[in-house]
Nanobody
Framework: QVQLVESGGGLVQTGGSLRLSCTVFGRTINDYYMGWFRQSPGKEREFIIGINWPGISTGYADSVKGRFTISRENAKNTVDLQMNSLKPEDTAVYYC????????????????WGQGTQVTVSS
């Protein structure tokens, strides 16, 4: 059974930083494209950034460009999301997800999901 577990969420002030981690249990992530999504109340879940198995970031939303970065350590089965210059509009539940194959920003194309971690940015 594959399980994704996110950690690192919390409350931060505008302009601050947070680092989220996603650990995958039950299967190696070597063959998986890993993505981070977020969902705010009343909004659809949206793709924000992803990374392929060699560790090259291959997709990100304009809203996080230049502020968020993604990295992965295949040996540790982890994917991290570094978030800088946070804004109140970044407040959301953040999810990591895995899919076989290549880049996709489509929610339903992902095979596995974490439970989510709350990020709140105060103004």
């Amino acid at each position: 059974q594959v399980q994704l577990v996110e950690s690192g969420g919390g409350l931060v002030q505008t302009g601050g930083s947070l680092r989220l981690s996603c650990t995958v249990f039950g299967r190696t992530i070597n063959d998986y494209y890993m993505g981070w999504f977020r969902q705010s109340p009343g909004k659809e879940r949206e793709f924000i950034i992803g990374i392929n198995w060699p560790g090259i970031s291959t997709g990100y939303a304009d809203s996080v460009k230049g502020r968020f970065t993604i990295s992965r350590e295949n040996a540790k089965n982890t994917v991290d999301l570094q978030m800088n210059s946070l804004k109140p509009e970044d407040t959301a539940v953040y999810y990591c997800a895995a899919r076989q194959g290549f880049y996709s920003d489509v929610v339903r194309s992902y095979d596995y999901w974490g439970q989510g971690t709350q990020v709140t940015v105060s103004s």
